[in-house]
């Protein structure tokens, strides 16, 4: 069963990549851009983990937790908040919330704290950390890729690469795109890495395979394939 998150969040594109990401390990995501909003939703539906900023229109992520606790929903709530607000965090431990996260942050920080308060809270742990694929199977904690049941042993640049392109399957990711999320530099800088890397990953992935999954496609990048329809 996927764990059930409500997000509450008044900045959209905040909120919307949260939900992207918490989906991408399998969440079943609900968003709530407005305090009052998401408080309703929080007592009307059962979640496993309530994530809610501080500030909000209309009523406050403090507010809510308080809110919440007195009316006795106990749905563990993470609280997220700037930097320079650390004074919420104490405030919000006093109003209920079990833990906090301060902005910015990445997804798996958030993941890591869901797991954790999940695991305290004694309810369903998340599920493994895994990307599948029609062929392909990656354990992302593990770090292992296993194709048809074989396993392929790759580095650490190799293994980016590919969760990269599976993560945007069905998509042509530029190069730039690669270099700057698996190399961490511009691509103008003139090498042709990332060639060599796609043909690395392309020997251990695809070769001896009669479907290939590593697509070329010509001016705009590599795109990853592993749908009969889109093949
Ligand atoms: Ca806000």
Redesign the pocket.
């Known amino acids: 069963m996927n764990t059930k998150v409500l997000i509450i ?3 959209p594109k ?1 909120a919307q990549s949260l939900k992207q990401g918490l989906e991408d390990y399998h969440c079943e995501v609900v968003l709530a851009y407005e305090g009052y909003y998401g408080l309703r939703l929080a007592k009307e539906i059962k979640f496993d983990v309530i994530v809610t ?5 209309h009523i406050n ?1 403090i507010d809510i937790c308080k809110e919440l606790r007195a009316s006795g929903v106990h749905t563990p709530i993470i609280i ?1 908040t700037a930097l320079s607000n650390t004074d919420d965090v104490v405030t919000g431990f006093d109003a209920g919330a079990d833990d906090y996260l301060t902005k910015p942050f990445e997804i798996k920080e958030l993941i890591a704290r869901i797991r954790a308060l999940l695991k305290r809270t004694g309810l369903s742990p998340l599920p493994p950390n895994i990307l599948k694929t029609r062929e392909l199977e990656i354990n992302l904690d593990r770090k292992t890729v296993y194709r048809s049941g074989q396993r392929i042993d790759l580095t650490p640049k190799e293994f980016s690469l590919l969760e990269l392109l599976v993560r945007n399957k069905g998509r042509a990711v530029s190069k730039a795109d690669i270099a700057g999320k698996v190399w961490d530099i511009d691509f103008d800088t003139g090498t042709n890495v990332i060639e060599v890397y796609v043909n690395y990953l392309r020997k251990k992935v695809d070769k001896g395979f009669d479907k290939k999954l590593i697509h070329t496609q010509f001016g705009m990048g590599y795109v990853f394939i592993d749908d009969e329809v889109e093949a």
Do not use: F, S
């Not at 900023?53 to 229109?57: R, Y």
């Open positions: 969040e008044d900045e905040t900023d501080v500030i909000l229109p992520g997220l």
